[in-house]
């Protein structure tokens, strides 16, 4: 599924947008790969916002980020860096600079980098 979404994403996000809260539950699974792949596919749900709805989704997800389930952890920052990394992409013609300083961009790396996720698994030093 997630080749297909990637190939075409616009169609398949306009066709299946009322999974999105199916998809977003799955970023809670107790299984891992699953956690992942829900991840991708909700990022291109994600980058396929408006500006302002992406803003809402990533603090919403941001918040989640501080939640004490690791499974709800690791969905949340596997979530939070596919979305943005997929709109880096979208804005890659953007000045380099308000990228640099977008403020999702901004606090999604603090959260990654604050989780307690990351602090386990010594992701990040």
Known sequence: ???IIGTIPNHVIERYSKEQSWIHSLLSSSK???RD???KIYAFYMASFPTNEFENQISKMLKTTKD???E???GAILALSYSIERKLVQRRTEDKNSLINWNSYID???AICESEYSK???IIY
Do not use: S
């Open 32 to 34: 891992e790969h699953i």
């Open 108 to 110: 999604t790396i603090k």
């Open 120 to 122: 386990i698994f010594n």
């Open 1 to 3: 599924m997630l080749e």
């Open 68 to 70: 004490k389930v690791i």
């Open 37 to 39: 792949l829900a991840a």
């Open 72 to 74: 709800n952890q690791q």
